[in-house]
């Protein structure tokens, strides 16, 4: 079992056997803000629907994880990202707030979830009030 897997927020950069990301069409890729992880990042304008990114990763074996995440920090960012984890079953495991107004181009500790064997994922909600932009750019599981 790999001691870390980097889900990168394009998946030219990810090993697909591993980690993957999947979004929508109404995320736009850009490189615009400096300190992001890999070759891009994705942003979405918050929403009253979820529209997630979801991060996806494979454990062979149920464990306990610690998740990260990397962003770029910008006065236009939500002071609220939501995101959530889900086993491999689907049952949320856990759930973690960030700031991305501040904080960027490192990784933040979200928080430490048991996950099941199989594909686990950590999803990176739109949801929020106001007129900000929620950053998916890398999930790191440890």
């Given amino acids: 079992m790999p001691t870390e897997i980097l889900?990168?927020?394009?998946?030219?950069?990810?090993?697909?056997?591993?980690?993957w990301?999947?979004?929508?069409?109404?995320?736009?890729?850009?490189?615009?803000?400096?300190?992001?992880?890999?070759?891009?990042?994705?942003?979405?304008?918050?929403?009253?629907?979820s529209d997630?990114?979801?991060?996806w990763f494979h454990l062979p074996q149920a464990t306990t994880r610690t998740i990260d995440a990397w962003w770029t920090a910008g006065?236009?960012?939500?002071?609220?990202?939501?995101?959530?984890?889900?086993?491999a079953s689907g049952a949320q495991v856990g759930t973690a707030s960030a700031d991305q107004t501040k904080n960027g181009k490192q990784w933040k500790t979200l928080g430490t979830f048991q996950f099941s064997a199989g594909w686990n994922k950590i999803q990176l909600s739109r949801t929020n009030?106001?007129?900000?932009?929620?950053?998916?750019?890398?999930?790191?599981?440890?």
């Fill in 7 to 19: 889900i990168d927020s394009s998946n030219t950069n990810n090993d697909q056997d591993l980690g």
């Fill in 129 to 142: 009030l106001g007129s900000k932009v929620v950053i998916a750019d890398g999930i790191r599981v440890r």
């Fill in 75 to 87: 006065t236009n960012r939500t002071t609220a990202a939501s995101f959530t984890a889900f086993d």
């Fill in 52 to 55: 997630p990114a979801t991060f």
């Fill in 21 to 49: 990301v999947a979004m929508s069409d109404q995320w736009t890729v850009t490189s615009a803000t400096a300190g992001f992880h890999g070759t891009s990042y994705a942003f979405g304008s918050t929403t009253a629907g």
